[in-house]
């Protein structure tokens, strides 16, 4: 039975676990992956892959050469031990005749008196000490009774979980703010608590999810959030190893994933003073950084060549002993600045605000300190104003002080401006109007060339034809990928480059761009929206939306973490971490999303361009299908088609369609056949292998196979992790799908079968594109042995040769 509490004198030792009463959570020893060292720490029960949110010995593990015991000693105290020398222990300061430790459903381990579970009263929580996870009712803080501080910290690495460079830090000024820290230097900051959200993060609204509050007294001064529902995980985790150092995730139970749905820093706007003293940071302007009105760059050369960290001056320096004559320039949605030097009246007016400011020629800005409803309080900045950024639609009210001549300036500016405003809103929805009726013809003409292509695919109109894809605004997708900066470019393909993007809420993407002078073009794209939008399955990748906006064609997909299977593959670094189990689950998940296109969707689909560069990995390695602009759809009674337009890539067509244009179900089998010899051998089917006599893989693959020396074609990197019999069979099977007259290959019907199989196989004929020794012999003019790698891109012949 499984228990929640220990009591005096007991114990717990590796492999023995608390479990809390409702199930939740588990304390026990764990040891991270590549680890020898042990730790005592508590993670979800029901989560596979241990995800840990608390760490008692971070600093200080368990070795491998014995096991740590657990107890409660007659102090009320938990002790933790190895070899009797103490590791960890709790520092409760309060005595109890019968005291125990229990693990909650909240996951906070409590030592409390066995009669008494009054939260106030407990002895010891481990909420008081978080690691790098902030479960729902932990403080994030200040006790300021004790000043002690609750913050959070990163661990140093997935393998080390002592305590890392960055945590959240609340610092105490006069106008509390928080910070994510790297050491003692400010990263991200997102500013003090206005009543609604904390300053630099106004996308903190209210939610079904989670309801957040920041407590803020004599005694103490924290954060915390707590559950609006409780059938929903959530925790915050702050991690110093990935871009994402700091984010929120939810459990999504279907898919078995950590959904991250909120992360910092979101782009550079977050990362503290970017723009330096009185600049200000919008992340949607043509550059980031604009000096405030009023200011001008310190250093014009530095700011024009994006180095903005020396930030702006005054174009008229105030005068104190004119300081009633100077005045206030309103800028409205952003964060309010760094609050070092401030000062706080929660009692006076935002009138009574400004007085006190013009009165104090030290004061440079001021505003209300709480901004729920009409706004209350004062806080006033001293000395420079720095870290402000600007936000499109949120954000709160600063006032700047500035020299009397500055402000006649402004208001001549911002009467131009409203007028500006107020013509750009005229045209904003004149052009909302015109974008409309575009986007209505172009919906019109997808519906119109889908029909066509259908009917090119030699069948009538069917349900899967139907397009119900979402279409996303050309400016959401200019802002997912940082206006398609060069740093989020993750590819290219004969369609035209892919970005990495995030939208707003969080999720990652992969955006697929048309270039101009990319060999395909809208027939491909729509063609891929038509074939892929309403295709389910998870060796497919997911067509999340697309864009047509003007000249602009983007495709968006499910992002995938480990990119294409050519960047691992042919990698002689990274190949090394694709192990047998690895390669032979990649291998069946295409073979299965290859069965869906032939045989189990509702159309009989051609792909006609599958190769390692297609085939996506996700997180897990996982394998999806890609690059549906050139499948070609067959009715289910239909076989095979030709075209004029052989489209594709050397090495993976078949002979018949490199040669007459004739493609078939049977030419993607020739193709994965390719395919699986490069996942088992780690090597391009197109090279020469000269030391092997071989012009390419396949003859190398034959040669090999007719000798009895199949096993030769096995990668050397995975030789400790191969099972011989599976890696055999495979090879066996690709040398059936590679065969030379498409008759003789299997259906993949056929192939899923024969990979989980251990029976009889017919035996291999000569392999298409097999070159013969002899010819080999007088073509090469080199009897050294060299590598010769040649690139794998999609190509077009407008008739077949």
């Known amino acids: 039975m499984a228990v929640d509490t220990i009591k005096l004198s007991q114990s717990i030792t590796d492999g023995m676990t608390l479990v809390s009463q409702g199930d939740k959570f588990v304390l026990g020893f764990f040891s991270p992956k590549d680890s020898n060292k042990s730790y005592l720490g508590i993670w979800y029960k029901n989560i596979p892959d241990k995800t840990i949110v608390w760490v008692a010995n971070g600093v200080k593990p368990i070795n491998d050469s014995s096991s740590g015991i657990l107890m409660l000693n007659n102090t009320g105290n938990l002790v933790l031990k190895q070899n009797d020398k103490v590791v960890w222990y709790t520092t409760s300061q309060q005595g109890s005749p019968n005291p125990i430790a229990q693990l909650l459903d909240s996951g906070n381990l409590v030592i409390r008196d066995e009669k008494d579970t009054n939260p106030e009263v407990y002895l010891w929580q481990s909420f008081d000490y978080p690691s790098d996870t902030i479960l729902p009712g932990m403080k994030l803080g200040w006790n300021l009774r004790t000043h002690t501080e609750k913050r959070m910290t990163s661990w140093k690495s997935p393998e080390d979980p002592s305590p890392g460079d960055l945590y959240w830090g609340s610092l105490l000024y006069n106008y509390p703010e ?16 206005n009543g609604l959200h904390f300053s630099g993060i106004p996308d903190q609204k209210p939610n079904n999810i989670f309801a957040f509050n920041f407590v803020s007294n004599k005694d103490e001064m924290y954060y915390t959030y707590t559950m609006e529902n409780d059938s929903v995980i959530t925790i915050m985790v702050i991690n110093q190893t990935t871009p994402m ?60 060549s994006s180095d903005w960290t020396q930030g702006c001056v005054r174009n008229k320096l105030l005068n104190c002993t004119n300081k009633l004559k100077d005045g206030f320039v309103k800028v409205e949605g952003v964060k309010v600045p760094d609050c070092t030097h401030s000062w706080v009246d929660e009692t006076i007016s935002l009138d009574e605000c400004r007085v006190k400011c013009l009165n104090n020629c030290s004061c440079m800005a001021y505003t209300n300190s709480n901004i729920t409803g009409k706004g209350s309080g004062c806080v006033m900045w001293f000395g420079d104003l720095i870290d402000i950024r600007e936000f499109k639609d949120d954000g709160q009210d600063l006032y700047i002080r500035m ?31 015109y974008l409309g009726y575009r986007r209505y013809i172009l919906r019109r003409r997808i519906i119109e060339d889908s029909k066509m292509i259908e009917l090119e695919g030699g069948r009538g109109s069917g349900d899967e034809g139907d397009c119900d894809l979402p279409l996303l605004a050309y400016s959401t997708l200019v802002t997912a990928t940082d206006n398609f900066s060069i740093k989020n470019k993750i590819g290219e393909g004969g369609f035209g480059p892919v970005y990495k993007g995030r939208l707003a809420y969080g999720q990652e993407i992969a955006v697929k761009r048309l270039s101009s002078d990319s060999g395909q073009g809208i027939t491909e794209l729509k063609n891929e929206v038509k074939l892929i939008a309403k295709l389910q399955h998870r060796n497919l990748v997911k067509l999340l939306g697309c864009c047509i906006e003007e000249e602009n064609r983007v495709l968006v997909y499910e992002f995938m973490t480990n990119r294409s299977l050519n960047m691992l593959i042919f990698d002689d670094t990274k190949r090394k971490l694709l192990d047998w189990p690895k390669r032979f689950n990649i291998i069946c998940g295409i073979a299965r999303g290859l069965l869906y296109l032939h045989q189990d969707s509702r159309l009989r689909i051609i792909h006609r361009d599958l190769k390692p560069s297609n085939i996506l990995l996700d997180d897990r390695l996982n394998p999806k299908i890609s690059d549906f602009g050139i499948a070609r759809i067959f009715g289910l009674d239909q076989t095979h088609g030709n075209t004029k337009r052989v489209v594709g890539t050397y090495g993976y067509m078949a002979p018949e369609y490199a040669a007459d244009g004739l493609f078939s179900v049977k030419s993607d089998v020739f193709s994965f056949g390719i395919l699986l010899l490069e996942i088992i051998c780690g090597k391009r089917s197109r090279g020469f292998y000269v030391d092997t006599e071989s012009s390419n893989l396949v003859t190398h693959a034959w040669s090999l196979w007719k000798d009895g020396r199949a096993i030769e074609l096995i990668d050397k990197n995975i030789e400790d992790s191969c099972v011989e019999s599976e890696a055999l069979r495979c090879i066996h099977v690709s040398l059936l799908c590679i065969q030379q007259f498409p008759e003789d290959r299997p259906v993949m019907p056929s192939v899923v079968l024969m990979l989980g199989s251990d029976g009889e196989f017919s035996k291999p004929k000569e392999p298409g594109y097999y070159i013969k020794k002899d010819s080999f012999a007088e073509t090469s003019n080199s009897g050294q042995s060299e590598n010769i790698v040649t690139n794998d891109m999609t190509i077009t012949l407008l008739e077949a040769r």
């Open 178 to 193: 928080q910070y994510l820290m790297q050491g003692t230097n400010k990263f991200v900051r997102i500013g003090p608590w």
């Open 403 to 433: 020299d009397a001549s500055e402000l006649y300036r402004e208001v001549h500016h911002r009467l131009v401006k409203d007028l500006i405003r107020i013509l750009a809103s005229i045209i904003v929805v004149l052009g909302i109007l």
């Open 245 to 304: 150092m700091s984010y929120r995730s939810v459990w999504i139970e279907d898919q078995q994933i950590w959904q991250v749905i909120k992360s910092l820093p979101k782009d550079r706007c977050d990362f503290y003073g970017t723009c330096g003293a009185y600049g200000t940071c919008i992340i949607t302007g043509s550059q980031i950084c604009n000096c405030l009105s009023g200011f001008s760059p310190k250093s014009p050369v530095a700011w024009n």
